[in-house]
């Protein structure tokens, strides 16, 4: 089964990078954009019999930081 794991920054946290797109966006004449977040796309192929539990678990120890950073798990099968 395809699992897909979105992370983002949690708000309230600066986003460097999120600002430098904005800057660049503006920079090519968009206009209109008014904050730009950036985040991650991790996929992962797992068992079908791969619990929500070991899920969570796997992005609580390793694929987010959980200090600073949200996550949502996805089930693409």
Sequence with gaps: MKVRVLV????????PQGRA???ALE???FAGVES???GRAIELDVADTT???AL??????L????????YRIERLD
């Design 36 to 38: 730009v977040r950036v």
């Design 51 to 53: 619990s929500d539990a």
């Design 8 to 15: 983002s920054l949690k708000p309230g946290v600066l986003d």
């Design 21 to 23: 797109v904005h800057h």
């Design 27 to 29: 920079g090519l004449g």
């Design 63 to 70: 694929l987010a930081n959980t200090v600073i950073e949200n």
């Design 56 to 61: 969570t678990e796997m992005c609580d120890r």
